[in-house]
């Protein structure tokens, strides 16, 4: 679904009107190798969509729920084999859009989503202060496995992804993200009732399986309900605040549970508050616009048997060659088609590594330097926290300054890598003189308080670099912005099963101070990757077909929004007209 104001409203030219032929009929044929392949599938893929998206949102004078003869709302078919249909689309400030809904009814969206994604995050590293007590109930000693119950939970972010993003970008968001939070709840259980420890890493699994469904989901519900890239970009930096705060309270609860009520309790009240946050999200509306029409068309034939009324999405061609070749594959097309989507995915991925090897790390400073107790200890992640927290001003004051510049029409806003990456510009070095930090003032002749201030910046680096980042691919990929993120989120979450199964012993091994040296060195030389975008990003996009097919088709489609307001406004002018001019032959 598009913003009328600020996307552009969707139309094909000639040749994309007509009906997609299949792919060995077309691209395929003309055997450019692997990579003309994917490029010709990335332009039938922007095709397609916004060829739905320009019937989404033609605008005409009249809603069509409220008519019920021929009018102007009767928009042209998006084929010449389908004339005789009608097709149903938004009316210009439809309260059904929701662009459209209520700021009470979208901050309770956001509040809602918020929770959910609370649940899955905190799913992550919930085991990680109780593994000591689990291993020594099953007899576990390999230090490999006990990393394993992290690690097996993330392999669930590398594929949940993949599945749930673009699933929900054909079959809706409610559905896919209700389901798989129910059926996520169902293998927490698991996890507190599992007899040893390889069924108990079978139930990790699938619980990062199905944790992962809001994780992919929520980022196109954000893009559904808020329209301009200003509501957009702050609801996007509250979705980063959660996904840090999850993992941070998760080793608080373990590691006070498996000392005191058992470690099992930590998942059994994982659940209790993953059934309390179901409640909001089952009255949870449906938000994405294609399925909202879909039942709109469903509602007037039902009223009007005879109605000949479809919605675009109906019209698209739903087969498992499609599902295949170009729904499930648009994340991976994605990562090795954009330059775009793989150097932020690569730049999100070792940060997010790095972020899930604190739950490594930490217990090696503090617990064996300053000989903390696991749940004194997972306090120290509040820091962390604070960091996060910190970075929420920061972006409200740049993103209020950003406002303020736009309004006075200053020319550096309308370049499209100056609106979100100065965020990570800065977050990037502050986010790596954190990891110095740490390694170098981790010694027992200083007070852990150094450490642990390491942590300040090290949230506030983190949040920051991902909200630059995730807000630049959501607006860059627009209707496309859950199967962009899906890609990063599939590629981070890869690194962060590996790295961390190498944490213990790469301690071990450089020691804390040359760990953290190393890793620190490695976020400086991806740190420069936000500021080669500033300077290079409008030819990357320039040279980016995937952006190029989105783009012309968008200009496309205004071009042809804009005749058919035309036509609708002459014509009931020229209805106007008669009526005055022949009042007793009109009544």
Partial sequence: ??????????????????????????????????????????????????????????????????????????????????????IVAWNE??????????????????????????????????PSNAVPAMTKEWGVTSTTQMELPVSIY???????????????????????????????????????????????????????????????VVTGILADVFGSTLTRGRAMSMFMAMTVLGP??????????????????????ALIYAGVSLIPL?????????????????????????????????????????????VLTRPLRMIF???????VAFYLALVYAIFYMTFTAFPLVFENIYHFSPGVEGLIFLAIGAGTFLSI??????????????????????????RRLPLAC????????????????AKSDVSFIAPMLAGVPFGLGFMLIFIALLNYLTDAYEIFAASANAAASCCRSLLATVLPLAATPMFKRLTIPGACSLLGGLSLLMCVIPFLFIWKGEQIRAGSKFCNALRERKIEMQEKVENQRQRALLKQRNREDQLIQNPRQNS
Wanted: aromatic fraction near 10%; charge should be negative.
């Fill in 93 to 126: 400030n439809d309260p059904e859009n929701p662009y459209n809904w209520s700021k009470t009814r979208k901050v309770a969206i956001l509040i809602t989503t918020m929770t959910s994604i609370i649940n899955s995050t905190m799913g992550s590293s919930l």
């Fill in 426 to 441: 800065l977050g990037g070095p502050v986010f790596a003189i954190s990891m110095f930090w740490l390694g170098w003032t």
């Fill in 282 to 326: 089952a009255l949870m509306p449906e938000t994405h616009g294609p399925i909202l029409l879909q039942r709109r068309a469903v509602r007037m034939r039902e009223q009007d048997p005879k109605a000949n009324v479809v919605a675009p999405h109906e019209q698209e061609k739903k087969s498992l060659r499609k599902l295949l070749a170009i």
């Fill in 1 to 86: 679904m598009a913003d009328t104001s600020s996307l552009g409203i969707a139309g094909q030219s000639k040749q994309y009107e007509q009906e997609p032929h299949d792919l060995e009929a077309g691209h395929t044929q003309q055997h450019h190798g692997l990579r003309q392949i994917i490029s010709d599938i990335d332009e039938k893929d922007a095709s397609d969509r916004y060829r739905e998206e320009t019937a989404d949102n033609i605008v005409g004078p009249i809603s069509c729920e409220r008519r019920q003869e021929p009018g102007p709302w009767r928009t042209p078919s998006l084929s010449e084999s389908e004339n005789e249909a009608s």
């Fill in 393 to 418: 001003p920061i972006f409200y004051a740049y993103d209020s300054y950003l406002l303020a510049a736009m309004d006075r029409g200053e020319r550096w806003t309308k370049q499209e890598e100056y």
């Fill in 248 to 269: 941070l309270f998760a080793p608080i609860v373990s590691g006070y549970c498996s000392t005191t009520i058992g470690w099992r309790w930590s998942f059994w009240i």
């Fill in 154 to 216: 993330l392999v669930g972010y590398i594929v949940g992804p993949l599945v749930w993003a673009p699933l929900c970008e054909q079959y809706g968001r409610k559905t896919l993200v209700l389901v798989g939070f129910i059926i996520f709840m169902i293998w927490t259980m698991a996890c507190a009732l599992a007899p040893n420890w390889p069924v108990f890493l079978v139930f990790r699994l699938f619980t990062g399986v199905f944790a992962s469904a809001p994780m992919a």
């Fill in 337 to 343: 088609s954009e330059l775009i989507v793989s150097c």
